[in-house]
């Protein structure tokens, strides 16, 4: 897999230039400003030496401990837009002292065992696409920072098709998981917009929820079992499709974000890959009667495999030409449902999905808006890199709350980010996970960026966050805690759910070294 460039996102060959025409409805927005990347930034010199890196070389091998700067850069925090604006301006202070690549579960364990003797923090580093700062650990108190890249842990353990269920390694990528799995006819399904190049390790310790999930669910639902390597020893979890067995421990390390465990292993639920895939658009008159239509079809058990409804706003951006959307002048709201399955199981759910839409007032458009999205389902993080490159700041953030509190959530949000970002910023919003009770808000800003952007983006996060908690809604749908939402999450549980939290993280990690200062209030 291509590395990931060190100040953009994805393949450096992918990298999208916007073409003049774009150019100016840019200037005609926001004003164009050059704001190019800084080139030939170093990290810090390694806080490791050789004598501390010695013991860890004859547990890995020496090949595998590697110190050099570029290594270090590319595993400098992850791709939010803060971590990304930093490398930019040259900031490579959070890089790790060495990045140690074991190849298995002995060799995590080795890892640990001389993290916690030597007193350095260690960072589970999969396909390094964190959007919460949940890559940056914190110094204080330890000798140094490893990465512990999970690169060589790629493999296909085991197929059970009788069962269907998959065993993987974490380090695998979405890609590379979906090749393998492909060899006998199987899938995962699980497909966010980082899937390709986040990890399996990355999708489970984060509870991740992909682009598919109407059809295949959370990736955390996925989870049968696992295995993971502690500092006080391993957790090898999940004997059974579902049991009585006390709580479920499973999710202990589900969204743990390598602060308790390092998963060295999966068993996810698979499902057979699919014969056929199709993809339409639909427009609805606006965001509450497209929403109120996902609500009905969540709720009588008709979902597609994908599902998503884009408001006004981002409707009319990512549709600036009205021909595309049925030729009206308004062009609404745009849903886009997709299908997957045998020929017989696309066709009855397409037509049974069609005459509840229909019915309640939708206008079918065929299939070009949804092609269109699948085409580009993956590139919006290249889009984001070319507008900061001309001064627009670009970020985003999500949540879920209850088919009830749904009006409130998006409007309170909205009005907190427009409040904070000022004139002449855009605030976008799309529905893309659905469930019986209720729904994820995935907001998109655009604005300007002044002088410090890092601290014009946190400022307007934070009263976005603040009024998300104050509607009653989650923190957090699927981009985990990491650092940015760490003082939201802990109104959200509450004292005791931070003490309990606590008591988890003495229990494994009684010296801390996993991950210090992610996740745990």
Excluded at 22 to 28: F, H, I, M, P, T
Excluded at 80 to 91: E, H, K, N, V, Y
Excluded at 315 to 323: F, G, M, Q, R
Excluded at 418 to 428: D, I, K, M, N, Y
Aim: aromatic share 6%; net charge negative; with cysteine.
């Amino acid at each position: 897999m291509t590395e990931m460039h060190p100040q953009r996102w994805g393949d450096p060959a992918a990298a999208t230039v916007l073409p003049d025409s774009a150019l100016g409805l840019v200037e005609l927005a926001f004003g164009l400003q050059d704001r190019p990347p800084v080139s030939g930034a170093t990290p810090p010199p390694s806080a490791l030496d050789d004598a501390l890196l010695d013991d860890l070389r004859a547990a890995v091998g020496a090949e595998h401990v590697l110190t050099d700067d570029a290594t270090r850069t590319i595993r400098t925090r992850g791709k939010s837009t803060p971590d990304l604006l930093r490398a930019r301006a040259g900031d490579l202070d959070d890089a790790p002292d060495a990045v140690v690549r074991p190849d298995g579960h002995d060799g995590v364990e080795a890892v640990l065992a001389w993290a916690v003797e030597h007193q350095v923090a260690v960072v589970p580093f999969g396909g390094g696409t964190s959007v919460t700062g949940g890559l940056a650990a914190r110094r204080d108190g330890f000798a140094g920072v490893v990465s512990l890249d999970l690169v060589r842990m790629k493999r296909l353990l085991a197929v059970d098709e009788v069962s269907m269920t998959a065993t993987l390694e974490p380090g695998l990528r979405g890609p590379e998981a979906e090749a393998l799995l492909a060899e006998h006819g199987l899938t995962l399904g699980h497909y966010p917009q980082s899937f390709r190049h986040a990890s399996i390790g990355g999708f489970a310790a984060t509870r991740s929820s992909g682009q598919s999930s109407a059809g295949y669910g959370r990736f955390d639902a996925m989870v049968v079992g696992l295995t993971a390597a502690t500092p006080t020893g391993t957790l090898r979890l999940g004997s059974a499709p579902a049991n009585a067995a006390g709580p479920d421990l499973r999710q202990l390390l589900l969204g743990s974000e390598g602060a308790f465990g390092v998963i060295t292993s999966v068993t996810v639920r698979v499902r057979r890959a699919p014969a056929v895939t199709s993809y339409e658009g639909w427009r609805w008159p606006s965001f509450d009667a497209g929403s109120d239509a996902m609500r009905t079809l969540a709720q009588a058990g008709l979902m597609p495999t994908v599902l998503r409804l884009s408001d006004e706003s981002e409707t009319a951006i990512n549709l600036a030409d009205p021909s595309s959307i049925g030729g009206a002048e308004d062009p609404g709201c745009l849903m886009v449902t997709g299908y997957e399955g045998t020929d017989e199981q696309v066709a009855a759910r397409r037509a049974a999905v069609t005459a509840v839409l229909a019915g309640l007032g939708g206008t079918a458009l065929g299939t070009e808006p949804g092609e269109r999205w699948a085409h580009g389902r993956f590139d919006g993080p290249y889009l984001r890199d070319a507008l900061l490159d001309h001064g627009v700041l670009v970020e985003t953030l999500e949540t879920a709350t209850f088919w009830s509190n749904r009006q409130r959530l998006y409007a309170d949000v909205r009005a907190a980010l427009t409040a904070s970002l000022g004139e002449g910023s855009l605030v976008l919003c799309h529905v893309s996970h659905v469930y019986e009770t209720g729904c994820s808000l995935y907001f998109t800003v655009a604005a300007r960026q002044g002088d410090d952007p890092v601290a014009q983006w946190q400022a307007a996060k934070a009263v976005a966050s603040d009024a998300i908690i104050a509607a009653g809604a989650t923190i957090t749908h699927h981009h985990a805690i990491g650092t940015d939402h760490k003082p939201w999450f802990a109104r959200e549980i509450g004292d005791v759910g931070v003490r309990v939290l606590r008591a988890v993280k003495a229990e494994l990690d009684p010296t801390g070294v996993l991950n210090p200062g992610v996740l745990i209030p």
